[in-house]
Structures are given as structure tokens and as C-alpha cells.
């Protein structure tokens, strides 16, 4: 289990800086049945001049909050200045999303795989109440166990016969 954690940390956490990739966690079902809510995405850095039509990319979008987004690319727009273009959408939307986001970088990360259920455990384990439970609890539980195979062991039984055998003065 310990051996997982760890995995998990680096692949998450330490991968994405020396190994190119990135990982997002899906939140709408926009893109199911392909990748669902909860979903982690791991998408790779891809020269944005081999970005095809079909791709699914993981990008900032123009409007409101700069969230990121992980969809299917349905247009590409070259532009004479050598900017990169691109209108997506999810694959369970009916219809391409309602802006063309262009591309700032030299680079798309592109849809790699999909780790299923990744990002709900992740986001449980972000919830403040879970993160008590886990600071306080898990170690109360470990020091209550440590406590027990402490205070539960029994001393070592001594040979009564032999010490009271030496000890007679009754003759």
C-alpha cells in the first residue's frame, strides 16, 4: 500500500516536471464516455504545427475563468503570423464550443491516456473534513495500537514449583 502511495506522489507530483506531461482531473462528463468526471487526464507536450484535427487537448480557454479544458479539437486555424488557432469540443456536447482559443505556446499537450476514478480519490482527500480525519485520526489509531501491544503483554511466567521447591523449610 505504501508502495503505491509513493508511485502515486511521483507520478503526480514529481513526473510532470522532469517527464514533459501533465495530469488534470475531468469534472463534467463533457468528454464521456471517452473520459468521465473524476477521471485523471494525462495529456504530452506536442509540437503545435502536428496538432490534427481529432487531437484532444488539454488547454486554458479565452473566456471567464481561463479553466482549464480537456476536448476534442474539431478546427484548426493557421494564421499568416504563425499563431495557432483551435475550436473544440467535448464529445458528449452537441455542438463545437463557443469560442476559438489560440494557442500562446509553441506546444499543445495532447491527450495521453486516462487513469479512471484517480481524481475523485484525490478530490476526497482534499476535503477539508477528510484531511482532519486523516491529520488526527490516523494518528490517534497508531498510537492507540502502539499503546495496546504495549500495555497487552503479559509478564513472563515464572516456574512456581522450582522457586518454592528451594525455598521449603518445613522439614
Do not use: C
Not at 495532447?110 to 476535503?127: F, K, N, S
Amino acid at each position: 500500500m505504501i508502495l503505491v502511495a509513493v508511485a502515486a506522489f511521483l507520478f503526480l507530483a514529481v513526473g510532470p516536471r522532469f517527464l514533459g506531461y501533465q495530469t488534470s482531473t475531468m469534472l463534467t462528463g463533457s468528454m464521456a464516455p471517452l473520459i468521465n468526471p473524476g477521471d485523471v487526464v494525462v495529456s504530452a507536450a506536442k509540437p503545435s504545427s502536428e496538432l490534427k484535427t481529432g487531437d484532444i487537448i488539454t488547454y486554458g480557454i479565452p473566456v471567464d475563468d481561463r479553466r482549464i479544458e480537456t476536448h476534442r479539437v474539431v478546427e484548426i486555424i493557421r494564421n499568416a503570423n504563425g499563431t495557432t488557432a483551435v475550436r473544440t469540443k467535448g464529445d458528449a456536447n452537441n455542438g463545437a464550443d463557443p469560442w476559438t482559443a489560440i494557442l500562446q505556446e509553441d506546444t499543445v499537450h495532447v491527450h495521453a491516456a486516462t487513469i479512471p476514478y484517480l481524481g475523485t480519490a484525490i478530490r476526497t482527500l482534499r476535503d477539508p473534513i477528510v484531511l482532519k480525519i486523516l491529520m488526527y485520526g490516523a494518528p490517534a489509531v497508531l498510537v492507540t495500537m502502539l499503546l495496546a501491544s504495549i500495555w497487552g503483554k503479559k509478564p513472563e511466567a515464572t516456574d512456581a514449583s522450582s522457586t518454592d521447591a528451594g525455598n521449603d523449610r518445613s522439614a
